[in-house]
């Protein structure tokens, strides 16, 4: 089983920047699709963007344009570029892995790490 820790959260200013890592244990990292969720106050949580051991990404429609994913399989780490951030990005945000897209459409996973806060606010 993978353990999954995310770090890089905080606060920022409208308009700033965060980078988001998710550093995970085992030796099928490179074969999962690695997927970033978020939930708000609230709010169900959702899928922001995933990519896929060949490279492939995909990106919910809000953050296209501003955050990017992106993976060293050789750190075992997968991250989040967030730029021109907006305070509807404030959340708790999750990282997550399974080889199936299905899986991580639905987020339908057995566990999750603690996530990391993070706060868009002036």
């Known amino acids: 089983q993978v353990q999954l820790v995310e770090s890089g959260g905080g606060l920022v200013q409208p308009g700033g920047s965060l980078r988001l890592s998710c550093a995970a244990s085992g030796s099928i990292f490179s074969r999962n699709i690695m997927g970033w969720y978020r939930q708000a106050p609230g709010k169900q949580r959702e899928l922001v963007a995933y990519?896929?051991?060949?490279?492939?990404?995909d990106y919910e429609d809000s953050v296209k344009g501003r955050f990017t994913i992106s993976r060293d399989n050789a750190k075992n780490t997968v991250y989040l570029q967030m730029n021109s951030l907006k305070p509807e990005d404030t959340a708790v945000y999750y990282c997550?892995?399974?080889?199936?897209?299905?899986?991580?459409?639905?987020?339908?996973?057995?566990?999750w790490g603690q996530g990391t806060q993070v706060t868009v606010s002036s």
């Open positions: 997550n892995s399974d080889p199936s897209i299905g899986t991580l459409i639905t987020g339908s996973f057995g566990s």
């Open positions: 990519i896929m051991g060949s490279g492939r990404t």
